[in-house]
């Protein structure tokens, strides 16, 4: 069985600055796939970043990066010079074969 | 837009009632899902088809009927629902499943649904 697990229900963050929100996880798969999806409130869920297990290099997309840690099974998301567009619940996800596993989400509000 | 459109967006039904929610992609994927967003829950898989075959039905009531007619299109027919049902409903896709295989899942807008 596959878990996620985020462990902050609501963060906040000031315009500009950078904040990391946190996943561990577990799986007893070694070939998985990790993500972030966003989703704002009009509930779109949108992908963020996306990360190959077998990859060692962090994945990064403009303003948002991750820091990946097998061993540690951690999966943990930066996003940098927050902008108020950012405001959303985001959403760890771990895939192998086609189930998609979520966590419960952190809700990150911005604060100009 | 992510090229997966859901129908209606917002759909309010009596417990008697017979509706549908409509999804297509137009992403030239062969996998489609729909997953159920409730409040306060994780989201919930609750069907995949993977080139119009059934290959996940995770415990779902049958007032809750999928259909597949082809890999663009995926149909969530509702009936004889309860209160508890309403939630969000997401569809997605992705390119092909297959073991280990790791195709990103791109959503749709969702269809929120109530159940009066």
């Known amino acids: 069985a596959q878990t996620v697990t985020q462990s902050q229900p609501e963060m906040s963050v000031q315009e500009a600055e950078t904040v990391t929100l946190s996943c561990t996880y577990d799986?007893?798969?070694?070939?998985?796939?990790l993500f972030w999806y966003k989703q704002p409130p009009s509930r779109q869920m949108i992908l963020v970043i996306r990360?190959?297990?077998?990859?060692?290099q962090n994945a990064t997309e403009n303003r948002f990066s991750v820091n990946f840690q097998k061993a540690a099974k951690s999966f943990s998301l930066k996003i940098s010079d927050s902008q108020l567009g950012d405001a959303a619940m985001y959403f760890c996800?771990?895939?192998?074969?086609?189930?998609?596993?979520f966590g419960k989400g952190t809700l990150l509000t911005v604060n100009p | 837009e992510t090229g997966v459109t859901q129908t209606p967006r917002h759909l309010v039904m009596g417990m008697t009632n017979k509706k549908s929610l409509k999804c297509e992609q137009h992403l030239g994927h062969n996998a489609m899902y729909w997953y159920k967003q409730s409040a306060k829950k994780p989201l919930e898989l609750m069907f995949v088809y993977n080139f119009k075959e059934q290959t996940e039905n995770n415990s779902v009531p049958s007032r809750f009927s999928p259909e597949c007619p082809n890999s663009s299109h995926l149909f969530l027919h509702l009936h004889t629902l309860q209160p508890e049902d309403s939630a969000l409903y997401l569809c997605?896709?992705?390119?092909?499943?297959?073991?280990?295989?790791?195709?990103?899942?791109?959503f749709g807008e969702g269809s929120w649904l109530t159940v009066v």
């Open positions: 799986t007893s798969e070694s070939d998985y796939y």
């Open positions: 990360q190959e297990a077998y990859k060692q």
């Open positions: 996800a771990l895939t192998y074969n086609y189930k998609l596993t």
């Open positions: 997605a896709s992705s390119q092909v499943i297959g073991q280990g295989a790791g195709n990103t899942i791109y």
